[in-house]
């Protein structure tokens, strides 16, 4: 009579009466109060179902082969034997293990190589695709693509923007107020007075027309639309190429950019010019004073100028950063721009020749000039201050805390009024000359990730995250 467990005559037998195997009690015990199962059958076992066994106390016999010393050192030679046996054993599957993890190690070191080599050549090919000076246009009078010099404008287009600048420089410090233009007693009573359904979500530009009735804006879906904010309704719908990232009007034009590095020229609703001068992303676009001349900058380093009138490009120029906003000085010789590298860069826009570097602490996102000239407020990403730079002495006027994320900026006509907006909500700053000093007239939650001002200023236009347009205005 052998335990079922040990293979052994039990002290203590007891026996199953569900399966009838015999076991040594205090090993069934331990494992029924472990697993409640009988060991050999895999039933359910309880204590309350083993019986023990009446047997006699007798003294067992020692094995037969261990009763000599012959016999003993025998089974320790055996022992010995195993022994040896089992360390040549670990010694071979050591060596095999150091083999797997050389080859393995080896290997590693091999894709890490490669890795770096096409990290290497990717990064060069896309220096190189930056560098590149060739763009193409295309639209009803352009053709076939053509290639275009990167610098050098045309001389209808540089006596343009003389014209222009002449014009501009003598009369914009000496103009007064237009009549009915807003105060800044009346901008702190503005409140919300109507909103659009969710247009265009995911969008972040908006430009307002010179009538004020018209707002411009698009979608990451790749729409573009024209909404009149008088009949609460888009009027016009145009298409991009891509999810739209800047749209401005340029006069009775809409210019539409998008992430595929397209600028599109629509008039009535019609698409009249394509242009894909940038190898990657539009971040911005913006319109000269000419009303004619466009901007366009991307995340190809480079600036692109577009003659609306011939529907062509006139000039790329190429910096040493990606650029991410742009904005032309209210007389038109100068361009801004906002660069991923953390600085503003101006340009000479006849020349394109560097003009000036503004120092920033973080890429630039916004980049506005006031009207008279003398100021460019700039924004870098994911703060809450608005930069005052004073161009006649090339340093930091004022820095504006607003304590919330600004994503755009508009000055209005006047040079008077700062609007900023982010999804936090909006803020008005507002300067006063004689003081020299600036002062908040508006705060309001209403989320607007693209800001413009209405007609006379006597409103203000939002559209925010989810594409709806909002209009803060007098009660």
Same mark, same amino acid.
């Given at each position: 009579?052998?335990?079922?467990?040990?293979?052994?005559?039990?002290?203590?037998?007891?026996?199953?009466?569900?399966?009838?195997?015999?076991?040594?009690?205090?090993?069934?015990?331990?494992?029924?109060?472990?697993?409640?199962?009988?060991?050999?059958?895999?039933?359910?076992?309880?204590?309350?179902?083993?019986?023990?066994?009446?047997?006699?106390?007798?003294?067992?016999?020692?094995?037969? +082969?261990? !009763?000599?010393?012959? &016999? %003993?050192?025998?089974?320790? #030679? @055996?022992?010995?034997? =195993? *022994?040896?046996?089992? +360390?040549? !054993?670990?010694?071979? &599957? %050591?060596?095999?293990?150091? #083999? @797997?993890?050389?080859? =393995? *190690?080896?290997?590693?070191?091999?894709?890490?190589?490669?890795?770096?080599?096409?990290?290497?050549?990717?990064?060069?090919?896309?220096?190189?695709?930056?560098?590149?000076?060739?763009?193409?246009?295309?639209?009803?009078?352009?053709?076939?693509?053509?290639?275009?010099?990167?610098?050098?404008?045309?001389?209808?287009?540089?006596?343009?923007?003389?014209?222009?600048?002449?014009?501009?420089?003598?009369?914009?410090?000496?103009?007064?107020?237009?009549?009915?233009?807003?105060?800044?007693?009346?901008?702190?009573?503005?409140?919300?007075?109507?909103?659009?359904?969710?247009?265009?979500?995911?969008?972040?530009?908006?430009?307002?027309?010179?009538?004020?009735?018209?707002?411009?804006?698009?979608?990451?879906?790749?729409?573009?639309?024209?909404?009149?904010?008088?009949?609460?309704?888009?009027?016009?719908?145009?298409?991009?190429?891509?999810?739209?990232?800047?749209?401005?009007?340029?006069?009775?034009?809409?210019v539409v950019a998008s992430a595929t590095g397209s600028v599109k020229f629509f008039e009535n609703g019609a698409e009249t010019a394509?242009?894909?001068?940038?190898?990657?992303?539009?971040?911005?676009?913006?319109?000269?004073?000419?009303?004619?001349?466009?901007?366009?900058?991307?995340?190809?380093?480079?600036?692109?100028?577009?003659?609306?009138?011939?529907?062509?490009?006139?000039?790329?120029?190429?910096?040493?950063?990606?650029?991410?906003?742009?904005?032309?000085?209210?007389?038109?010789?100068?361009?801004?721009v906002g660069g991923a590298d953390g600085q503003i860069h101006v340009y000479d826009v006849k020349s394109g020749t560097p003009a000036?570097?503004?120092?920033?602490?973080?890429?630039?996102?916004?980049?506005?000039f006031s009207e008279n000239g003398y100021f460019m407020a700039a924004v870098t990403e994911n703060s809450t201050d608005i930069s005052?730079?004073?161009?006649?002495?090339?340093?930091?006027?004022?820095?504006?805390?607003?304590?919330?994320?600004?994503?755009?900026?508009?000055?209005?006509?006047?040079?008077?009024?700062?609007?900023?907006?982010?999804?936090?909500?909006?803020?008005?700053?507002?300067?006063?000359?004689?003081?020299?000093?600036?002062?908040?007239?508006?705060?309001?939650?209403?989320?607007?990730?693209?800001?413009?001002?209405?007609?006379?200023?006597?409103?203000?236009?939002?559209?925010?995250?989810?594409?709806?347009?909002?209009?803060?205005?007098?009660?």
């Amino acid at each position: 009579m052998l335990c079922a467990i040990s293979g052994e005559a039990p002290q203590v037998p007891v026996v199953s009466t569900k399966s009838g195997n015999v076991f040594e009690k205090r090993l069934i015990e331990g494992y029924i109060s472990e697993n409640g199962k009988d060991p050999v059958t895999g039933e359910e076992l309880s204590t309350d179902d083993l019986v023990e066994l009446k047997s006699s106390r007798t003294v067992r016999p020692r094995p037969p +082969t261990l !009763t000599s010393i012959p &016999s %003993l050192l025998g089974v320790f #030679q @055996e022992e010995w034997d =195993a *022994l040896a046996l089992e +360390t040549y !054993t670990l010694r071979q &599957s %050591l060596v095999q293990t150091r #083999q @797997e993890l050389s080859t =393995a *190690l080896y290997q590693n070191d091999a894709a890490v190589r490669v890795i770096a080599r096409l990290t290497k050549e990717r990064d060069e090919a896309r220096d190189a695709l930056s560098k590149i000076s060739v763009g193409s246009a295309r639209g009803p009078s352009a053709g076939d693509a053509m290639q275009v010099d990167s610098v050098g404008l045309p001389d209808s287009v540089v006596s343009r923007i003389n014209e222009t600048q002449a014009s501009l420089s003598k009369s914009r410090s000496k103009r007064p107020i237009p009549e009915g233009w807003a105060t800044g007693d009346s901008i702190q009573s503005y409140q919300p007075a109507a909103s659009s359904e969710p247009l265009y979500p995911g969008g972040k530009s908006l430009s307002v027309n010179s009538t004020g009735d018209l707002a411009l804006v698009g979608g990451v879906d790749g729409i573009a639309g024209i909404y009149s904010i008088a009949k609460q309704q888009v009027v016009q719908t145009l298409k991009a190429d891509g999810p739209v990232t800047d749209a401005v009007f340029a006069g009775s034009k809409a210019v539409v950019a998008s992430a595929t590095g397209s600028v599109k020229f629509f008039e009535n609703g019609a698409e009249t010019a394509s242009f894909a001068s940038h190898a990657g992303e539009v971040t911005a676009v913006a319109v000269h004073p000419t009303g004619d001349i466009i901007g366009s900058v991307g995340v190809d380093k480079s600036y692109v100028l577009y003659d609306a009138a011939t529907s062509s490009v006139v000039a790329q120029v190429y910096g040493s950063a990606g650029l991410l906003s742009a904005k032309f000085h209210p007389d038109g010789h100068l361009l801004a721009v906002g660069g991923a590298d953390g600085q503003i860069h101006v340009y000479d826009v006849k020349s394109g020749t560097p003009a000036a570097t503004f120092p920033m602490s973080a890429p630039v996102t916004q980049v506005e000039f006031s009207e008279n000239g003398y100021f460019m407020a700039a924004v870098t990403e994911n703060s809450t201050d608005i930069s005052i730079w004073d161009l006649r002495k090339s340093k930091i006027h004022k820095v504006l805390p607003t304590g919330t994320q600004i994503t755009s900026l508009s000055w209005d006509y006047t040079g008077q009024f700062l609007l900023s907006g982010g999804p936090n909500g909006l803020t008005v700053q507002q300067y006063n000359k004689s003081a020299k000093d600036w002062s908040e007239s508006l705060r309001s939650a209403v989320p607007a990730v693209g800001v413009a001002w209405g007609h006379l200023a006597q409103s203000v236009v939002t559209v925010n995250g989810e594409g709806v347009v909002s209009v803060l205005a007098q009660s």
